[in-house]
């Protein structure tokens, strides 16, 4: 029998491979791509066949670009679920350290002690100076991610807020919040939670102009169809001056490279795109936004083990006892904080697994 050649991974026509399922590259318009490695959903392991691919600009892409992406969304999908209050700090050393923190390196006046901390004089001074090496900690009180500044009536908008987690805690710390998500189990949920959440593609939502002092795009840019749109978007909602905080996994780290397609957080087919530091400047760059500051998150040890147990899998075939009996190990791991020196190598090989950028939009001369 003769071979059927392999249908190239591009939208210039060929049968096999219909435009519409090769997305253009949000960085450079094109839709010719490389294969580099074939791939499927290692976390819900729902059916379909994809293959990572390379723009001749750099970006990797998830081609095909599934027709029903929603699919690949069950329920159970992790930021989709019922939320908690916001974590209260307490009256104790921890709480009324982070409570200086938040106030003397954030600007935030939180909780009953925060409102009655001095502003200036002797007292705060020292309280900074004392709290000073304390101050990343405090972000991660937040969540991982960079924790802005206060803004005296500051807006904040999440955009892929999920169930909202990230807005309730800066709700908590004084701002005025919104979501944009697509999934109605999700926005069922931020709603319960008493959020306002528009459930669109955040072009579609129509939300004013100039109107947010802080838009975050926290793993959101790799799971939309056209990312460069989302940034466009974002810095036209942003005031002069506000800031847009993003955070993806990098593609260009070593933890990608090292495992491939059983990568943790190549999370394929809900992941469209996969992002290196260069990919991502260039589309804030083209979105009119200025890059201040660009890190490397703490998500490391959390992929690296889900990475070894998708190894795992492919050799001794999957179970649904042996996932959870791995779940209930990881977490024995995390709160074992054996983790907490894996996190301290990943972030020493300075090319992590999480890529963080900050960027502002220019004030109007
Ligand atoms: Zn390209």
């Keep these: 029998m003769r071979r059927q050649p392999t249908p190239p991974i591009d939208g210039s026509g060929a049968p096999d491979a219909p435009p519409s399922d090769i997305l253009p590259c949000p960085s450079c318009g094109s839709r010719r791509r490389s294969r580099l490695f074939a791939a499927r959903d290692r976390l819900h392991r729902i059916d379909g066949a994809f293959h990572v691919t390379r723009c001749s600009c750099g970006l990797r892409a998830t081609d095909p670009a599934p027709g029903d992406i929603g699919a690949y969304y069950p329920p159970t999908y992790y930021a989709f679920g019922p939320v908690g209050r916001p974590p209260f700090f307490g009256l104790g050393l921890r709480g009324l350290l982070r409570t200086c923190v938040l106030r003397y390196h954030y600007g935030y006046r939180y909780g009953p002690l925060g409102a009655k901390l001095p502003a200036s004089g002797p007292l705060a001074v020292l309280l900074k100076l004392l709290t000073r090496p304390l101050r990343r900690r405090a972000a991660l009180v937040f969540g991982p991610g960079p924790l802005p500044p206060a803004v005296e009536g500051g807006r904040a908008l999440d955009v892929g807020c999920g169930s909202g987690v ?6 908590a710390l004084g701002w005025q919040v919104e979501g944009v998500e697509v999934s109605p189990t999700a926005c069922a949920a931020a709603r319960a939670a008493g959020l306002t959440v528009h459930q669109a593609q955040l072009a579609d939502a ?3 102009a100039d109107s947010f002092d802080v838009v975050r795009i926290w793993h959101t840019l790799e799971h939309v169809p056209d990312p460069a749109l989302v940034l466009r978007e974002a810095a036209r909602l942003l005031k002069p001056g506000g800031t847009l905080l993003i955070g993806v996994p990098n593609a260009g780290g070593w933890m990608a490279r090292l495992f491939g397609s059983y990568w943790f957080d190549l999370d394929v087919p809900r992941h469209l795109w996969h992002f290196t530091e260069r990919d991502l400047r260039r589309l804030v760059a083209g979105a009119g936004l200025q ?11 959390y992929s690296l083990l889900w990475s070894l147990r998708y190894c795992w899998e492919e050799r001794a075939g999957y179970t649904a006892e042996g996932r959870s009996a ?8 995390r709160d074992a904080r054996i983790a907490a020196p894996l996190r301290v190598l990943l972030r020493l090989a300075e090319r992590s697994n999480h890529l963080e950028l900050t960027a502002v939009l220019p004030e109007r001369p």
């Design 326 to 333: 791995f779940e209930r190990g990881r977490l024995w791991v």
């Design 206 to 208: 129509r939300l004013p």
């Design 291 to 301: 890059v201040v500051r660009v890190g490397y998150g703490f998500y490391g040890a």
């Design 166 to 171: 990230w807005l309730l805690k800066m709700q």
